[in-house]
C-alpha cells in the first residue's frame, strides 16, 4: 500500500529493507529488497527520507520502537498521503504520518508522528491523535476525540464525540465506544466495555 502511494506521487523509491534473509535482492513492485534495516545506515541521513513500513494489528510498540530508532540517528520519515484521501487545509501534520485511500481527516485535527489513519477512516473535526496511534481501516472518530499515544482502534470501530482514548490502549473491531477508555485497556463490543471488566464498564447509561 505504501508502495503504492509512492508510486502514485511518482516518489522515487531506492529500496526496502527487509530482516528475512530470504528476500535480499528480490522485487516488490519493481523496487529492490536491500537488506535488513542496517541498510538504511549506507545512506546519509540528509540524502534520504525513510517510510515506517511496519504495521499494526493491536500492538503499536514495534512500529514505535523502529521509528524512534532511526529518529536519533539523524534520520527522518516522509509523510505520505493518498491522492483519494480528503484532508482539512487546518489539519495538523507530524512527521512521518500515513494517510490511506478514501480516508477523511476534518478542521482542526492534529496528527502526530509516525500515525496511520488507514484505508476509509474517519477522523472528524478537533480531534488530537498523539503520536504512533494506529486509526485501522473504516473506524470512525466523531468530533473533539482525543486518542493519546500508541493507541490502536481497530477495524470499523466508533468512538463518539469528546471521548478520550488511553495511551496504549486498544478499541477491538467494529467497538462502539461510548465513555474514556483508561491506559493500556482493550475494548470490545456495543457498547464498548474493558475487557476482564464488569459489562458496564464502559456504558453510558447516565
Not at 7 to 32: C, E, F, S
Not at 143 to 152: D, E, M, P, Y
Amino acid at each position: 500500500m505504501l508502495l503504492d502511494i509512492l508510486r502514485i506521487r511518482a516518489v522515487q523509491v531506492l529500496g526496502i529493507t527487509d530482516p528475512d534473509p530470504n528476500t535480499v535482492m528480490k522485487r516488490v513492485l519493481g523496487v529492490p529488497v536491500l537488506g535488513s534495516d542496517r541498510a538504511v545506515l549506507d545512506h546519509d541521513p540528509g540524502s534520504v527520507l525513510l517510510v515506517n513500513g511496519l504495521g499494526s494489528t493491536r500492538d503499536t510498540t514495534h512500529r514505535r520502537r523502529l521509528f524512534d530508532s532511526f529518529i536519533a540517528r539523524g534520520y527522518g520519515f516522509a509523510g505520505i498521503v493518498h491522492p483519494s484521501a480528503v484532508l482539512s487545509t487546518t489539519v495538523l501534520l507530524s512527521e512521518g504520518i500515513q494517510i490511506m485511500a478514501g480516508a477523511v481527516v476534518q478542521p482542526g485535527t492534529t496528527l502526530g508522528e509516525n500515525v496511520i489513519v488507514n484505508t476509509r477512516a474517519s477522523v472528524d473535526h478537533d480531534c488530537v491523535i498523539e503520536a504512533h496511534v494506529h486509526v485501522a481501516p473504516g473506524a470512525t472518530l466523531s468530533g473533539g476525540v482525543t486518542v493519546r499515544a500508541g493507541a490502536h482502534i481497530g477495524t470499523g470501530a466508533t468512538v463518539i464525540e469528546g471521548i478520550t482514548i488511553g495511551s496504549q490502549a486498544v478499541v477491538g473491531a467494529g467497538a462502539v465506544v461510548l465513555r474514556d477508555v483508561p491506559p493500556d485497556a482493550t475494548v470490545v463490543g456495543n457498547p464498548g466495555r474493558v475487557l476482564g471488566g464488569a459489562p458496564s464498564d464502559l456504558d453510558a447509561t447516565q
